[in-house]
């Protein structure tokens, strides 16, 4: 009995340690980089939701700015922003939290992998009508395009990401987390058309114009956190005037109108 003891004792050892080793393993060492992304992004709503919450978030201030957006738009594009900001003027109170709890509830369905399905998928849908009716493509159809004022769109990146980091592996040798889900050449079409897209848009005359970019870091800063607007009124001093690859002289000057961003944008 004894020797039978002392044999078992070895096995119940390795049990004890592998169970000890995945004890260890558990935590943020042991997320791959792809849930580690994911997390971010919950992160990043849950950010957006509680300034959602911000006092000034509910007074007339929120769908007026939202309106602004309709502006330089094709009707098609603007009619619908215009209606969304009436309605959210009638019931600001309500609509706002409602959308404040919305980005909440997705950062943290991102973060419980039961729900991360179900929040990637909502975050895409979620990201793209606030594109619409909230930030007016980015102004991209409005010619006031620039990546100072936050071209294509800020919120546009949440829906890539949610996309290019859904949990399935249909290429898991792909060398980069965009790559497992949609492939590598789908992957890299899709880095290659934004940033592509912003080189473009840097070259408009809405970016090249003089006092553009001071322009934009102005409108940014109205409205914004005094830390925030601290910021945008520094870099504008510093920007001098300065444009992007202008000749001089070549260009009418213009005052482009900024995008806001998702963190004060509706999603309906």
Do not use: C
């Amino acid at each position: 009995m004894t020797e039978s003891l002392a044999a078992g004792r070895p096995a119940a050892g390795h049990a004890v340690g592998r169970a000890a080793a995945g004890r260890a393993a558990v935590g943020p060492a042991a997320l791959d980089a792809r849930r580690k992304l994911q997390l971010a992004l919950g992160v990043i709503w849950v950010l957006d939701g509680i300034l959602q919450y911000q006092p000034s978030m509910f007074t007339a201030s929120f769908p007026g700015m939202l309106a602004e957006s309709a502006h330089g738009n094709p009707a098609v594009v603007a009619g619908p922003i215009t209606w969304s900001a009436n309605l959210i003027g009638h019931h600001v109170v309500v609509l706002n939290a409602i959308f404040a709890t919305i980005q909440l509830a997705l950062g943290l369905g991102i973060a419980w992998r039961p729900t991360v399905r179900l929040a990637l998928a909502a975050s895409a849908a979620w990201s793209l009508a606030i594109w619409w009716l909230g930030e007016g493509f980015g102004g991209i159809l409005a010619g006031a395009a620039s990546p100072v004022s936050g071209a294509p769109g800020p919120v546009v990146l949440y829906a890539i990401l949610a996309v290019l980091l859904w949990p399935a592996d249909r290429d898991p040798d792909a060398p980069s987390v965009a790559g497992r889900f949609i492939g590598r050449r789908p992957a890299q079409a899709v880095w290659l058309v934004l940033w592509g897209s912003l080189a473009a848009f840097a070259l408009l005359p809405a970016s090249r114009a003089p006092g553009a970019i001071s322009h934009m870091l102005t409108d940014s800063a109205d409205g914004a956190p005094a830390w925030l607007a601290w910021i945008d009124t520094h870099a504008r001093t510093g920007e001098g005037g300065l444009t992007w690859a202008a000749p001089p002289g070549s260009l009418a000057s213009s005052r482009p109108r900024a995008s806001p961003s998702p963190s004060t944008a509706p999603a309906a």
